[in-house]
């Protein structure tokens, strides 16, 4: 096997274990459920685990460079206008792509999914256009946050309360393991090249903004189209009994997966080669390796998907609706805590950007800094959402004042940790949080009789928000450390020039 392949399994096997003992655990003393629904949620935890180790390997092989290499010609050209259009299309075609909005869109009935899908992908092109302008002409991310943010939360007094939270976490699932390493990498590549004091910083911060897009365009179209009721499809929970019952539902899901991977990535693929023939930036080797990503990225979605999608799904609802049917429900505010401490670790994205922040920052953000805060801040935003499920209070009581207080914070954090932080929050909302903890939080909701629409949508967009807050209070203590350490050295150096002062005194008065 293939020695960093072998690596990268490893890691995904350390980040998968802890919430595959958890659940394990759970189904045992608090919300037993059928063998074959746990045969499955253990194999479909084994083709994760090696799902994932095929796509981190694939994305640093074939997106991240790709990504990169686009964005660094993108500042050569001098046709503005049409770099714009190129990244619009790129926008919409890898939203387009995204497994996690497919995910979304099928519980939403009342408005057709090619609409919603259209709809969020321009949202995203949009605004990773806008992201693309703030990196040329340099305009502060933070202004364009409250800005953007000031029209989202206007927009919503207008739209019907039962689309608010589908809205956004349509923000959160646009940002998945397609999405995230190839506009991150594109940032790096447009900032680079300008090689001043804000191009490090300005390297991060597409993500956050490319969230904000799905959000926008899904109330535009719950206030412009005929709706009508707001309802969810109806869920399912396939009936296995035996081992070859378990066998038969991942051999027939394989096919469907393969062919939905195959359909995201090739679009990609095409602009890539495109762009290839036309600037021929890539050397012979490079596009080898490129393309060799690309198989493992393939390969690696392919079996993560299959196995979050046919073992979480059944598992996360079964576990949230048996748990909140009985007198134990408030202990799913602790249970579901300490998953989201632990799930977030097991999201794909997640390493990319921790990686991707240890080396922009040369190691002065460790990744596991960044990986202890996203499970911080992912852990308080279940609580929250399950509190919130139990209880039917509004969203908005959460998420006003969660992304004020994220806002506020950005005029007293180093500017790196802004994008850092927002960046974040798209991250975290990845495959597991789509396919496991929105079906917990479904299977909660009927349990308890509440709201689907209103209570258990939403849950994304609750753990997309507290990274926000948790990281840039990291950059807070960060500031405060790095100011503390430039004064010990100003200390020093004015002592030792003291020193030698009092030295060359002494020698003169001898």
């Given at each position: 096997m293939?020695?960093k392949?072998?690596?990268?399994?490893?890691?995904?096997?350390?980040?998968?274990?802890?919430?595959?003992?958890?659940?394990?655990?759970?189904?045992?003393f608090?919300?037993?459920?059928?063998?074959g629904?746990?045969m499955?949620?253990?194999?479909?935890?084994?083709?994760?685990?090696?799902?994932?180790?095929?796509?981190?390997?694939?994305?640093?092989?074939?997106?991240m460079?790709?990504?990169?290499?686009?964005?660094?010609?993108?500042?050569?050209?001098k046709?503005?206008?049409?770099?714009?259009?190129?990244?619009?299309?790129?926008?919409?075609?890898?939203?387009?792509?995204?497994?996690?909005?497919q995910?979304?869109?099928k519980?939403?009935?009342?408005?057709?999914?090619?609409?919603?899908?259209?709809?969020?992908?321009i949202?995203?092109?949009?605004f990773?256009?806008?992201?693309?302008?703030r990196?040329?002409?340099?305009?502060?991310?933070?202004?364009?946050?409250?800005?953007?943010?000031?029209?989202v939360l206007?927009?919503?007094?207008?739209a019907p309360?039962?689309?608010i939270p589908?809205?956004?976490?349509s923000?959160?699932?646009?940002?998945g393991?397609i999405?995230?390493?190839?506009?991150?990498?594109l940032?790096l590549?447009?900032s680079?090249?300008r090689?001043d004091k804000?191009?490090?910083?300005?390297?991060f911060?597409l993500v956050?903004?490319?969230?904000?897009?799905?959000?926008?365009?899904?109330l535009?179209?719950?206030?412009?189209?005929?709706?009508?009721?707001?309802?969810?499809?109806?869920?399912?929970?396939p009936?296995?009994?035996t081992?070859?019952?378990v066998?038969?539902?991942?051999?027939?899901?394989?096919?469907?997966?393969?062919?939905e991977?195959?359909?995201?990535?090739?679009?990609?693929?095409?602009?890539?080669l495109i762009f290839q023939?036309?600037?021929?930036?890539?050397?012979?080797?490079q596009?080898?390796?490129?393309?060799?990503g690309?198989?493992?990225?393939?390969?690696?979605l392919?079996?993560?998907?299959?196995?979050?999608?046919v073992?979480?799904?059944?598992?996360?609802?079964?576990?949230?609706?048996?748990?909140?049917?009985?007198?134990?429900?408030?202990?799913?505010?602790?249970?579901?805590m300490?998953m989201?401490?632990?799930?977030v670790?097991?999201e794909?994205?997640?390493?990319?950007?921790?990686?991707?922040?240890?080396q922009?920052?040369?190691?002065?953000?460790?990744?596991?800094?960044?990986?202890?805060?996203?499970?911080?801040?992912?852990?308080i935003?279940?609580?929250?959402?399950i509190?919130r499920i139990?209880?039917?209070?509004?969203?908005?009581?959460?998420?006003?004042?969660?992304?004020?207080?994220?806002?506020?914070?950005t005029?007293?954090?180093?500017?790196?940790f802004?994008?850092?932080?927002?960046?974040?929050?798209g991250?975290a909302?990845?495959?597991?949080?789509?396919t496991?903890?929105?079906?917990?939080a479904l299977?909660?909701?009927?349990?308890?009789?509440?709201?689907?629409m209103?209570?258990?949508f939403?849950?994304?967009?609750?753990?997309?928000?507290?990274?926000?807050?948790?990281?840039?209070?990291?950059?807070v203590?960060?500031?405060r450390?790095?100011k503390?350490?430039?004064?010990?050295?100003?200390?020093?150096m004015?002592d030792?020039d003291?020193?030698?002062?009092?030295?060359?005194e002494?020698?003169?008065?001898?």
């Amino acid at each position: 096997m293939n020695k960093k392949l072998k690596e990268k399994i490893g890691e995904a096997f350390s980040s998968v274990l802890p919430i595959s003992i958890i659940v394990l655990l759970i189904s045992v003393f608090f919300a037993p459920v059928p063998t074959g629904t746990m045969m499955m949620f253990l194999v479909g935890a084994a083709l994760l685990i090696v799902g994932m180790g095929f796509f981190t390997l694939g994305a640093d092989m074939a997106m991240m460079p790709m990504g990169e290499g686009i964005g660094v010609q993108f500042t050569k050209t001098k046709k503005l206008w049409l770099t714009i259009i190129l990244i619009f299309g790129m926008g919409v075609i890898i939203t387009i792509a995204e497994p996690d909005l497919q995910v979304l869109v099928k519980q939403v009935t009342a408005i057709p999914d090619l609409v919603l899908i259209f709809a969020v992908a321009i949202g995203v092109g949009i605004f990773l256009v806008l992201s693309i302008l703030r990196i040329f002409f340099q305009i502060s991310l933070s202004k364009l946050l409250i800005i953007s943010y000031a029209i989202v939360l206007l927009v919503s007094l207008f739209a019907p309360n039962d689309f608010i939270p589908v809205a956004f976490d349509s923000g959160g699932v646009t940002t998945g393991p397609i999405t995230v390493p190839f506009i991150m990498a594109l940032g790096l590549g447009l900032s680079s090249v300008r090689g001043d004091k804000t191009s490090r910083e300005d390297s991060f911060g597409l993500v956050a903004l490319c969230s904000i897009g799905p959000i926008l365009a899904v109330l535009l179209l719950s206030i412009g189209y005929n709706t009508g009721e707001a309802n969810v499809t109806s869920f399912e929970i396939p009936e296995v009994v035996t081992t070859q019952d378990v066998v038969r539902q991942f051999t027939q899901e394989f096919p469907v997966y393969f062919k939905e991977v195959l359909l995201a990535l090739t679009p990609i693929v095409i602009f890539f080669l495109i762009f290839q023939i036309l600037v021929r930036r890539y050397h012979k080797r490079q596009l080898l390796k490129i393309g060799v990503g690309f198989v493992y990225t393939m390969i690696g979605l392919v079996l993560f998907l299959t196995g979050v999608n046919v073992g979480f799904i059944p598992m996360g609802y079964l576990v949230g609706f048996t748990i909140s049917a009985s007198a134990l429900k408030w202990l799913l505010i602790p249970l579901g805590m300490l998953m989201g401490y632990f799930i977030v670790s097991a999201e794909p994205a997640v390493h990319i950007l921790n990686k991707q922040v240890e080396q922009v920052s040369g190691g002065a953000i460790p990744a596991k800094s960044m990986s202890l805060c996203l499970s911080i801040g992912v852990c308080i935003s279940i609580g929250l959402s399950i509190l919130r499920i139990l209880t039917g209070i509004s969203i908005f009581w959460f998420l006003i004042p969660g992304y004020a207080i994220a806002l506020i914070l950005t005029f007293f954090v180093p500017k790196i940790f802004t994008g850092i932080a927002f960046d974040s929050g798209g991250v975290a909302t990845g495959p597991m949080t789509s396919t496991f903890l929105l079906p917990f939080a479904l299977g909660i909701c009927a349990g308890v009789g509440g709201n689907i629409m209103t209570d258990a949508f939403g849950i994304v967009a609750m753990v997309a928000m507290t990274p926000l807050i948790v990281i840039q209070i990291l950059g807070v203590i960060y500031g405060r450390k790095m100011k503390a350490l430039k004064e010990n050295e100003a200390n020093e150096m004015a002592d030792t020039d003291n020193e030698v002062i009092s030295y060359e005194e002494e020698n003169n008065y001898a």
